[in-house]
């Protein structure tokens, strides 16, 4: 079953972890994939390995926090598939879980403008294009620690802004074609919280948020999250908009 035949869908984000595994399964569901990230090596990696599979793919080599870079990443979709149906809007950093008394500004501003900047820059260029079609769905990824604070200062602002943008977005476009939902990964293996980088977190602060949820589910999978990317992108959830969608194995379950 072709859930996303003949839509074009720009995965940010999708060199690795969460966004690769996205951009595979929407190709696989015959989506034509647009690819981009910082990293070029990494994009064409991606973008080869959805086209040896039968799967159509570009990559566009962007810096998401320069509003320029959104919009050509917006254009260049346009430009080589006639519009933009889909938006996931999952580039992102982690934080090292540093809270407010050991976080200086510029770490701030850093990770501000990664999880927060870039999906607000991302949509709205996209929103130009899916308006006059009066059809899209946007996604944006945030995270449990978005829901429940439990991350470090600076992603938890950043990853729970995306739950009011997403709601925000929801209302202005309610009924006019165009949806905004949100998935909010719980504790998932990807590049950004692989040991080596575990190993920079800041272990006290980590050690307390990680007494308020129960840490002895297993871990949910990429797979997981692209699939509940690809409910909200599909035509399957026509009828749902500005909704927060937690895939954690229910760690979190109040």
């Known amino acids: 079953m072709k859930r996303l035949k003949g839509k074009t869908a720009i995965i940010t984000g999708s060199n690795s972890g969460i966004g690769k595994t996205t951009a595979e399964i929407f190709a696989k569901e015959g989506a034509n994939v647009v690819l981009t990230a910082r990293r070029t090596g990494l994009l064409k990696e991606v973008e080869a390995r959805i086209k040896a599979n039968g799967g159509t793919a570009i990559s566009v080599t962007a810096d998401l926090t320069k509003r320029e870079d959104c919009d050509r990443v917006a254009e260049e979709a346009v430009k080589a598939f006639g519009g933009i149906d889909i938006l996931v809007n999952n580039a992102g950093i982690a934080d090292k879980h540093r809270p407010i008394t050991r976080t200086d500004d510029e770490w701030w501003r ?136 937690i895939v954690d194995n229910g760690a979190t379950i109040a």
């Open 110 to 245: 850093t990770v501000i403008a990664i999880n927060q900047d870039a999906v607000f820059y991302m949509t709205r260029a996209v929103l130009k294009y899916m308006e006059p079609a009066k059809t899209g769905s946007i996604i944006n990824i945030s995270s449990i620690g978005g829901v429940h604070g439990s991350a470090g200062i600076s992603y938890s602002a950043s990853k729970s802004a995306l739950l009011g943008m997403t709601k925000n977005i929801g209302i202005q476009f309610a009924g006019k074609g165009i949806r905004c939902n949100c998935v909010c990964p719980g504790p998932t293996p990807t590049p950004l919280n692989a040991p080596e980088q575990a190993a920079t977190f800041d272990t006290e602060f980590a050690d307390l948020c990680g007494k308020h949820f129960n840490i002895e589910v297993p871990p949910v999978t990429t797979e997981d999250q692209a699939y509940a990317c690809l409910y909200f992108a599909s035509d399957e959830s026509k009828g749902v908009n500005g909704q927060i969608l």
